[in-house]
Structures are given as C-alpha cells and as structure tokens.
C-alpha cells in the first residue's frame, strides 16, 4: 500500500484510535485479513466470522509487526475502531485508488474471468509494474485488499469483479473506478441467483456503465460474439472496442487451430497489426480470452508483436484451472476443479478431447451449483456432449445432479460401464485406480462446493507412490 499514517487512515475511515501513541506512525506493509501474513509496516482487518473473530489475533500481528488492528473494538494493542470493517476497507481502497496514477482495468463476466485476468496481468506486467487479483478473490473484500496492495510505483490495476446480484458490481466499480472495462460473456453461472440471462446481463453491464466518457479516456472492452455483452455498447459513453470470431470484431482470431497438444494457436489481428500466437494454456476456449486479454492491452499502447509474444508466454497463475500434470507412467491429469458452469463444463470437455487425441479419455464430472430451475436441463445437456464428443468414460461424482449427469450420458446413447455413477471422491479414486492405464487422459472438474481436486491429487500422488487415496 502507499505510505499512510494512522491518523490519516482514521480520518479516511471515519474511525477512533485506541492505544495508539504516536498516529503519525505510517503503514507502509500491505493491508491483510489473515494473521499469518501480517508482517513488518502491515494493517490488519480484524473480521469477526462465524468461527474465527479476527479479533482474538490482535497481540500476534502486532508482534509480528503490524502497525496496527482495524476492528470494531480496542483490542489492547494499536487500533482504528469503526463500525463495520468491510466498509472501512473500501473506503480506504477508494482513498488509495485516487491517489494512485494507475489505470484501473475491471472485468467480469460468467465464465473465464480468472484465466482471462492472469493474461491480462501477464502480458501488461511487460510493459509496466502491475497489481492484479489473487485467485478469484473479486468481492467486496477481495477486491478492497487487492486495490490496497498497489504502491506508487503500480502502473496498471487489474481487478476481476464477481456479483452475485443487481447492485454488487455497481458497488465495486463506485469503491475502485476503473478506466478500462471489460465484459467476457453472459452465461448460466448463478442463473439461479439472478433468475435469467437478461438479469445477468443486467448486472454485468454495470461495468461499462460505470465507465468514463471516450473524451475522458473510458473505453469498454466487449464480446462481439455475445448478444447480452455487445447489446451493452448502449448503455455506455466509453470508447467501445470489439473482440471475438465476428468479422466486425477489432480485435479478432484467423487460422484458429489447437496444436497436438491441445494449445491454441491462432494469427491475433488488432488495429494496430497482426502477429501469430502460439498458447501455452490448455483448450480453445482459451482464444477468447487471449482476444480479450489483447484487447486491453492495445488499448494501453501495446503493440500486436508484444502482446503475441506476451500470450505465447504466459502461463496459469491460478490454481485448479486446466492444471495439466504428465505423471511418469503416462497418464494425465487435467485438474479444473476449482469451479464449474455449463460453459466452462463444456469448454473443459471439448479440451479434454483435444489434450487426450488418440488416447483413451476420462472425464470426472460433479455438481454445478446455483443453476436453479436449469439445472436438471444443464446437467443433462453436459453428459449428453461427453457422449458425442466420444468421451471415453463419464464418472459422475456425488449426488442428484452427478446423476442426472450419468442419465444425459445413458440417454444419448453411452454403452456398459462407458458412464458411471458413484457417490463420492473416494468411490471414483477407487474406481480409477483399478481401471486407469498408462496414456489415459483424466479431466476432473466440478463446482468448488464438491471439493473434487482431492481426485486430481490422489491421482497425482498415486502416480508418485503407487498407490491412490483421496483425501
């Protein structure tokens, strides 16, 4: 974080000092919600949950050399007291952020939003110093803290927003305002929170609308591909940029091809060039979000040879997210079991088939959540397309909807034991173990509520050891 002093944040906060004898000391360390990393110059946000109250780790941050505690009570050691310390973090985020030269770049959209956000980062850390969200953590403290980490030396500000309602991304964009912003796509993940595509929509689009005019340097960044995301070009006064397969996309794929591999590799066309690309990452699905992660980047003055080679080079910087593993008797394993919805399942599917060209295949699939009323339809849907992709074998892991997984598979006309149903990880670690062989390919995924990395890392360790457990 930029150097702040105690007093200062109090006053940025609306908050009350307590034990605290000189509040021109600063806080120079990052702003943090977990006591094992409070260090030297550091703030930490005391949150009282249902099992842990923050609170209770006051005298040990401190000793670790924290500054001081933002809580809601004195705690006997240096604190700010406020009322509610969620809102105390993004006033003092929005504080930061105005303060900062940075541009802020914001995106969302219901699918992609992590892998699409380490591109982004990836390829702009090149060109500049850039702070970007950790993992997935794009809510309401999430996205305070990442805002918080920035120093005066950040240049570019990446900053993934998730919402899971009307409001919430309205609420984000008015903590952290951003200069640049982008909207993927407009799918089914939380359909069953909102209620419909068209309130998704709805709320994606409070990104662009939070944006500055094009006089004042805004500019939106949408799918061209998607009707929800380009129908948002009017609720807009940014500049709008195009990406995606459409001919009137600005920045857009020619001669889209996965390499032997499974790795896309494409020619990037943008206004300012062309230049070919060749993808580390795992599946075509990945294309878009290469488009995306290119469009920013021209806009911040890249050109399409650096932003090719930036692609061709970056990596996964998250975890769980098509993490392809060779263990050393030939079989992979493709970990994607961070999370799931009916896009990414099927774009998971799809690279499956790609990776494991040739070879037998595996893919073992579980629940995904918050479909509401679709979700029956979409489960179904999903073990439908692992049949006619000629998906090898379907495990489906867990209750209800890991059946309703295996009967879309049975009624689209999957044979014997080609589609199983089991009941939970360990079953399908048991099941694979006796029948897995060397050269398989083994897609695990599902939504992050099952819990079906533990399959993936038995697998990995099993590769190791010899033997296979979940954990």
Known sequence: MIALSLAEIAEVVGGQTHDIPDPSVQVTGPVVRDSREAGPGSLFAAFA????????????????????????RPVGVP????????????????????????????LTGSAGKTSTKDLIAQVLQRKAPTVFTPGSLNNEIGLPLTALSATEETKFLVLEMGARGIGHIRYLTDLTPPKVGLVLNVGSAHIGEFGGREQIAQAK???????????????????????????????TKAKVILFGES??????????????????????????GASDVTMRLYGEHHVSNALAAAAVAHELGMSADEIAVALSEAGSL??????????????????????????????????????????????????????????????????????RLN????????????????????????????????????????????ELRPGDVVLVKASRSVG??????????????????AR
């Open 205 to 235: 689009g409070e990104l662009v609308e939070s944006l500055p005019s094009e006089a004042d340097g805004g500019t939106a960044i949408l799918n061209a591909d998607d009707p929800y995301v380009r129908a948002m070009a009017s609720r």
């Open 49 to 72: 949950g249902e099992r842990v109250d923050g609170h209770d780790f006051a005298a040990a941050v401190v000793e670790a050399g924290a500054v001081a505690v933002l809580g809601t």
């Open 318 to 387: 998250s975890r769980w997210r098509m993490e392809v593993t060779e263990r050393p008797d030939g079989v992979t394993v493709v970990n994607d079991a961070y999370n799931a919805n009916p896009e990414s399942m099927r774009a998971a599917l799809r690279a499956l088939v790609a990776i494991g060209k040739g070879r037998r295949t595996w893919a073992v699939l579980g629940k995904m959540a918050e479909l509401g009323d679709e979700a029956l339809a979409e489960h179904d849907a999903v073990g439908r397309l692992a049949v």
């Open 79 to 106: 604190a700010i007291v406020v009322d509610d310390v969620q809102t105390a973090l993004g006033a003092l985020a929005r504080h930061v952020v105005r303060r900062l030269g940075a541009t802020l770049v914001a």
């Open 452 to 469: 079906l990395e533990s399959v993936a890392q038995a697998l990995l360790e099993s590769g190791a050891e010899g033997e296979v457990s």
């Open 247 to 272: 001919g009137e996309a600005d920045v857009r794929a020619e001669n889209v091809r996965l390499t032997d591999t499974g790795q896309p590799s494409f020619r990037l066309h943008t206004p300012s």
């Open 391 to 434: 998906v090898s074998k379907l495990v489906a892991v867990g209750g209800r909807e890991a059946a309703w997984l295996q009967l879309g598979a049975y009624n689209e006309g999957s044979w014997g034991e080609e589609s199983v149903h089991v009941s939970d990880a360990q079953a399908a670690v048991d099941l694979l173990r006796s």
